[in-house]
Each structure stands twice: as C-alpha cells, then as structure tokens.
C-alpha cells in the first residue's frame, strides 16, 4: 500500500483540531462531521417497517449516503454494512466509505469505522481505519489488506455511550481486524445510524475528490437498544455539491438493506439498472409490494 506508512499511528487526522507538528507530513485527515449545504427537499418513502419515518432529502459538502436522524437518545446500538471496493480512476483523489453512530444530529461523537481510498499518480491504495470523533483516528496498518475488488464487511457496535468495538471483515481474504474503542469525554448519543462516502479535509480544506465509481452497501441495517432491526430505507439522503459552484458530485440511492453512493449523477442507463435492482432487491427480502410498485412506475416513468 502506497500511503500505509503514513497511516499507522495516528493516520487521519481530524481537521476541527490543530494537527501536531509531527503530523503535518500525512497529505489528508478526516473533517468532523457534516457540513450541510442546503436542503434540498423533504420526501416521504414507503417502508411497511418505517412507515411513520420521512425521509429527508439534503445536500453537504463531505458527506455521501443514508443517515438515521430522526430517533432519540439512546436509539442504536450497532449498525452494520458490507460493500465491494472500488476500482479508481483518474485524476488523483481520495474519498472514504465508512459506517458509523451519530454525528448528524448529535455532533459531539462519531463511532465509525471504514475504508480510505487513495489515487496518486494513478496508483491506487486503501487502508482500513477506525476511529472515534473527536478524538483521532487511527490506521489498522498491516493486519488487514485491502485491494479492489474485496468484499468488506464493516461494523461498529457501542456496548455503552462511552465504550465500543470497530470491526472490519475482508470477505475476500479471510482477514479481520477489531479494536475495541472507549472515550468517557466523549459519549455518544445513539441517536444517528449512518452508511457514507466522505470527501474529508485535509489541511484545512476538502480534499480532491477521488473517482469511486460506485460505493454500493448491502446487508446495511441499524440495531436498536430495543430490539428492533432497521434498513436504510426512510433514512435521510444525502448528496455532495461542489463548494465552489454547487454542482452535484454524487448521486444517491436507497432502498432495503442498501445504499448506493454513485461519483457524478447516474445516466439512463444505469439509473434503470438501480431500480429494477431495488424491485428485485425489495421482492427478495419482502420488504412490501408497495415500495416495488412505485419503483416499476418510476421505470414506466423513466423510459
């Protein structure tokens, strides 16, 4: 990996603090939490499981995805999600996918755990990392090696407000890495749930934001200190603009079990492909017929 001796202590470093002197060498770090731009719009989606939940369709300027914001103190215990990492391409870039709890709503702590990807001179790396906001975030370094192509499983499981573990699965490899995180000056809420690709900041400013492709989470579901099992589906959506002219950067789907984080809006084509995915995808776990008869329209639609 390119950059992993840059990342093995004390690796990304968090833009809202003062990075030490002898920190100064890393070229990127993570920013603190999301930074919104503008609302975009408020729309209700169909879950038969969440069908009290809105969900809230916004733009920001570093974070990507689905996020759960919209349940009180004390709501998640753990949230999981699994994807397949990105081919990169050109020009030269950084971006991160991630999972974690809380940092919308409750800004004060981030749980989260995920995957950083890097594109210099049009080498790519990757590099697993965990961390707990504010305080640093660190590099698992070599226990675990991450390629394009492998199939990660992450997951992040707070056992209290002030006590949690990080977990990373390479599906592909067999390697796993856990780390058990604790930070009594720093308690969660557990009342955010969030599956994202970030565009961090680095000295100060974003970062140039990698071509990813698509980041596309399965298998992502919020657990409750109550027992209950939540999909993205109802979560609130968020975009990437571009800070200095507004263009939209990402696009976003969501469904049951999945969240899908495109680089740059999705042509016809693959927009078609999303939704005759979402139907399968929603008829396979039976997730309500409803949700799959407004998607078969959207397509009707669409054509």
């Given at each position: 990996?390119?950059?992993?001796?840059?990342?093995?202590?004390?690796?990304?470093?968090?833009?809202?603090?003062?990075?030490?002197?002898?920190?100064?060498?890393?070229?990127?770090?993570?920013?603190?939490?999301?930074?919104r731009?503008?609302?975009?719009?408020?729309?209700?989606?169909?879950?038969?499981?969440?069908?009290?939940?809105?969900?809230?369709?916004?733009?920001?300027t570093?974070?990507?995805?689905?996020?759960?914001?919209?349940?009180?103190?004390?709501?998640?215990?753990?949230?999981?999600?699994?994807?397949?990492?990105?081919?990169?391409?050109?020009?030269?870039?950084?971006?991160?996918?991630?999972?974690?709890?809380?940092?919308?709503?409750?800004?004060?702590?981030?749980?989260?755990?995920?995957?950083?990807?890097?594109?210099?001179?049009?080498?790519?790396?990757?590099?697993?990392?965990?961390?707990?906001?504010?305080?640093?975030?660190?590099?698992?370094?070599?226990?675990?090696?991450?390629?394009?192509?492998?199939?990660?499983?992450?997951?992040?499981?707070?056992?209290?407000?002030?006590?949690?573990?990080?977990?990373?699965?390479?599906?592909?490899?067999?390697?796993?890495?856990?780390?058990?995180?604790?930070?009594?000056?720093?308690?969660?809420?557990?009342?955010?749930?969030?599956?994202?690709?970030?565009?961090?900041?680095?000295?100060?400013?974003?970062?140039?934001?990698?071509?990813?492709?698509?980041?596309?989470?399965?298998?992502?579901?919020?657990?409750?200190?109550?027992?209950?099992?939540l999909?993205?589906?109802?979560?609130?959506?968020?975009?990437?603009?571009?800070?200095?002219?507004?263009?939209?950067?990402?696009?976003?789907?969501?469904?049951?079990?999945?969240?899908?984080?495109?680089?740059?809006?999705?042509?016809?084509?693959?927009?078609?492909?999303?939704?005759?995915?979402?139907?399968v995808?929603?008829i396979?776990?039976?997730?309500?017929?409803?949700?799959?008869i407004?998607?078969?329209?959207?397509?009707?639609?669409?054509?």
């Amino acid at each position: 990996m390119i950059f992993a001796h840059f990342l093995t202590t004390l690796v990304l470093a968090t833009a809202a603090f003062a990075v030490p002197q002898s920190l100064l060498r890393i070229p990127w770090g993570l920013s603190s939490h999301i930074t919104r731009l503008m609302q975009l719009q408020y729309v209700k989606v169909p879950d038969t499981s969440l069908a009290s939940k809105v969900s809230h369709v916004q733009y920001s300027t570093n974070w990507a995805g689905a996020i759960w914001e919209s349940y009180p103190t004390g709501t998640f215990n753990k949230v999981v999600g699994t994807f397949t990492v990105p081919t990169l391409n050109g020009p030269d870039g950084s971006a991160m996918a991630w999972i974690g709890i809380d940092g919308s709503t409750c800004r004060s702590a981030i749980l989260r755990t995920g995957i950083a990807f890097n594109l210099q001179n049009g080498v790519a790396s990757y590099d697993a990392w965990y961390g707990w906001f504010p305080e640093y975030s660190r590099s698992f370094g070599n226990a675990i090696s991450i390629n394009a192509g492998d199939i990660i499983k992450l997951a992040v499981t707070a056992s209290s407000t002030t006590d949690g573990i990080a977990l990373i699965e390479n599906m592909s490899n067999g390697q796993s890495v856990s780390k058990h995180l604790s930070s009594p000056s720093y308690p969660l809420c557990q009342q955010n749930a969030e599956w994202i690709v970030e565009d961090f900041e680095s000295g100060g400013s974003l970062s140039s934001f990698c071509n990813f492709g698509t980041v596309n989470f399965i298998d992502a579901y919020a657990y409750t200190n109550d027992g209950q099992t939540l999909s993205p589906s109802g979560a609130t959506e968020l975009g990437i603009t571009s800070s200095q002219n507004g263009q939209a950067l990402t696009s976003v789907h969501v469904d049951y079990g999945r969240v899908s984080i495109n680089r740059g809006e999705l042509g016809l084509f693959p927009r078609l492909l999303e939704l005759v995915m979402s139907v399968v995808t929603n008829i396979y776990y039976g997730s309500g017929a409803i949700i799959s008869i407004i998607q078969l329209v959207q397509l009707r639609r669409i054509r």
